[in-house]
């Protein structure tokens, strides 16, 4: 199994920017995807990105593209969320998810085996 817990969450003024941490911890010797959801109060828990293993595939919502980067240190098994730019929508509880998988990204919720807390963002505008 792998624990998740991120963090690196809090208040902002719209434009500004924020830097999520996902920690992996347990069995993190296997190769596993990692991607990033959201939910908004109200809402549905929706993909924000993703990064495969390795690292060479991603991708994001369109909501996000060219604002957020998603990057991952396997070294130190832990996962970043860089959000630029932020708006308003998108104040949201972030979550980060796993699954064992050598090479595959994925966008559904369904598809994630392992999930962290949440850490929440606000943005203010």
């Known amino acids: 199994q792998v624990q998740l817990v991120e963090s690196g969450g809090g208040l902002v003024q719209a434009g500004g920017s924020l830097r999520l941490s996902c920690a992996a911890s347990?069995?993190?010797?296997?190769?596993?995807?990692m991607g990033w959801f959201r939910q908004a109060p109200g809402k549905e828990r929706e993909f924000v990105a993703v990064m495969n293993w390795s690292g060479g595939s991603t991708a994001y919502a369109d909501s996000v593209k060219g604002r957020f980067t998603i990057s991952r240190d396997n070294a130190k098994n832990t996962g970043y969320l860089q959000m630029n730019s932020l708006k308003p929508e998108d104040t949201a509880i972030y979550y980060c998810?796993?699954?064992?998988?050598?090479?595959?990204?994925?966008?559904?919720?369904?598809?994630?085996?392992?999930w962290g807390q949440g850490t929440q963002v606000t943005v203010s505008s």
């Open positions: 998810g796993a699954t064992y998988s050598d090479f595959g990204y994925y966008y559904r919720e369904n598809e994630y085996t392992y």
């Open positions: 347990g069995r993190t010797s296997r190769k596993y995807t």
